[in-house]
């Protein structure tokens, strides 16, 4: 079992960054891939960022590259999520994931999954 934390959401105006962190505990962290993924109301859950297992592959959402940046301390057992340039679309609720059975991992088909921050982007 793996529990999942996410932190850093908040209100920002448009042109903005913000910084969100997901931290892991139960399992040994460098053995999952992880992603960062996005619900805003009424539309489905979508990736954002995801990253192997030692950090070195990631893979973007196509909405968000160039101005997100995703990364992981494996002797902190933490994913970050470095936002920048928000835009009001970016308003969305942000989940982190984790997946043992997967290198990477870009699909929605993750095992475990944490409760959400909320990102809210004032034009």
């Known amino acids: 079992q793996v529990t999942l934390v996410e932190s850093g959401g908040g209100l920002v105006q448009a042109g903005g960054s913000l910084r969100l962190s997901c931290v892991a505990s139960g399992r040994t962290f460098s053995n999952y891939a992880m992603g960062w993924f996005r619900q805003a109301p009424g539309k489905e859950r979508e990736l954002v960022a995801v990253?192997?297992?030692?950090?070195?592959?990631?893979n973007y959402g196509d909405s968000v590259k160039g101005r997100f940046t995703v990364s992981r301390d494996n002797t902190k057992n933490t994913m970050s999520l470095q936002m920048n340039s928000l835009k009001p679309e970016d308003s969305a609720v942000y989940y982190c994931?984790?997946?043992?059975?997967?290198?990477?991992?870009?699909?929605?088909?993750?095992?475990?999954w944490g409760q959400g921050t909320q990102v809210t982007v004032s034009s």
């Open positions: 990253i192997s297992w030692t950090g070195a592959r990631t």
């Open positions: 994931a984790a997946d043992s059975r997967y290198a990477i991992l870009t699909s929605t088909d993750y095992t475990y």
